[in-house]
């Protein structure tokens, strides 16, 4: 009986040990090392995008003047070695990689079969990758590195980072009796700010409600029901102030569609880092 129960023990060792291969294989069957995994594990979000959105002081022109880059995140995940997890600011989906030294090959990520790739760079502890990405437009060139913030998912670590080089500093709303120190925090928290406590900037999608050349930033009340607000905002050519626009509804016959109207709240910027 005990030599029995010492077959089976090695056996189910047996499986155990060769389905953890098994998940650290690539598509290719080629193994990748214990530190390759643990290098690409975490959220990888696109840098390069959020410095571009510091820049502009928005995100649909860092768009119109540059590009949006293919994702804005990416999740590698050790408990799927095979696919990496891709973050659009509209949909999340899984694609197939290959790796062949420092290149990751993101299997027909394009049209027509087209492949993006992510070449990794740079320290041990400060790695980062560019991607390279065959866009319709012309062959795109965007820099990842991995996020620190500890978010859920690739689109929160994304978000952090746009939030950070977007609304870095603190504010003081020009309006009778406005507050000071008002801050933006990168997780999306709004301090000192007596009327919302959170924010969220549009990034994709539908939420640009007002057409392609209006930012859109959503202001909630977490300690009311239903208060959410929706706003277009801009800051101005020193990137100094920053002011929030009213949206009226364009044709209450055609739902979700907006103009800018008057400015609902101005806030300036007493020092941005």
């Not at 999740?75 to 990751?104: H, W």
């Not at 790695?127 to 390279?132: G, I, L, P, R, S």
């Not at 959170?198 to 009340?221: E, M, Q």
Request: hydrophobic share 40%.
């Amino acid at each position: 009986m005990n030599k029995l129960f010492l077959i089976a023990l090695a056996v189910l060792c047996t499986c155990v040990a060769c389905q953890q291969d098994a998940q650290k294989n690539g598509v290719n069957g080629s193994k990748l090392p214990e530190e390759t995994i643990n290098m690409l594990a975490g959220h990888w979000v696109a840098i390069d995008f959020c410095a571009r959105v510091n820049n502009y002081g928005g995100v649909l022109e860092a768009m119109n003047e540059t590009h949006k880059p293919y994702v804005y995140a990416l999740t590698f995940n050790p408990a799927f070695p095979d696919s990496v997890e891709c973050f659009n600011g509209v949909e999340q989906y899984k694609l197939a990689f290959t790796m062949r030294v420092d290149t990751i090959e993101l299997k027909g990520a394009r049209a027509e079969n087209k492949s993006v790739f992510l070449v990794i760079s740079g320290q041990d502890k400060e790695k980062e990758m560019t991607m390279f990405d065959p866009a319709p437009s012309g062959t795109q060139m965007d820099r990842f590195i991995k996020s620190k913030a500890g978010a859920a998912n690739g689109y929160m670590a994304f978000a952090t980072a746009l939030n950070h080089n977007l609304f870095s500093g603190a504010f003081t709303q020009l309006a009778k009796g406005g507050a000071s120190n008002i801050l933006f925090t990168p997780g999306g928290f709004i301090q000192k700010f007596k009327d919302y406590d959170r924010y969220s900037v549009c990034t994709a999608g539908n939420c640009f409600v007002a057409g392609p050349y209006v930012d859109i930033i959503t202001l909630k009340n977490s300690q009311k029901e239903n208060a959410e607000q929706v706003f277009s905002f801009k800051y101005s050519a020193k990137r100094d102030t920053l002011t929030l626009y009213n949206l009226v509804e364009q044709n209450p016959e055609e739902k979700g569609i907006f103009t800018v109207g008057k400015p609902a709240y101005t806030f300036l910027r007493k020092s941005a880092e």
